[in-house]
Nanobody
Framework: QVQLVESGGGLVQAGGSLRLSCAAS????????MGWFRQAPGKERDLVAR????????SYADSVKGRFTISRDNAKNTVYLQMNSLKAEDTAVYYC?????????????WGQGTQVTVSS
């Protein structure tokens, strides 16, 4: 069983930046796809960004393209989400997730989430 712990959330002014981290324990992340999701109050949980098991492929929701960057450091068993030019609508709880199985995009294990609040 893998445990995921997010950190780096907080309160930031619009236009500012935050970097979220997702540290894993219990298993290496190196062969597994990772995703960052977010959920705002009263809304569904949506995929924000994902990165392949090799790290060579990334994709983003249209709403964050050009502003967010997902990356991974397999040596540290950690995935990051760099968030720049933050907007009020980015306010949400952010979750990282990964798969039970290597080499596929699916999300079976989840962290507890970290709150990001962007003030306008």
């Amino acid at each position: 069983q893998v445990q995921l712990v997010e950190s780096g959330g907080g309160l930031v002014q619009a236009g500012g930046s935050l970097r979220l981290s997702c540290a894993a324990s219990g298993r290496t992340l190196s062969s597994y796809a990772m995703g960052w999701f977010r959920q705002a109050p009263g809304k569904e949980r949506d995929l924000v960004a994902r990165i392949s098991w090799t790290g060579s492929s990334t994709s983003y929701a249209d709403s964050v393209k050009g502003r967010f960057t997902i990356s991974r450091d397999n040596a540290k068993n950690t995935v990051y989400l760099q968030m720049n030019s933050l907007k009020a609508e980015d306010t949400a709880v952010y979750y990282c997730a990964t798969s039970k199985y290597p080499g596929v995009y699916r999300y079976d294990y989840w962290g507890q989430g970290t709150q990001v609040t962007v003030s306008s």
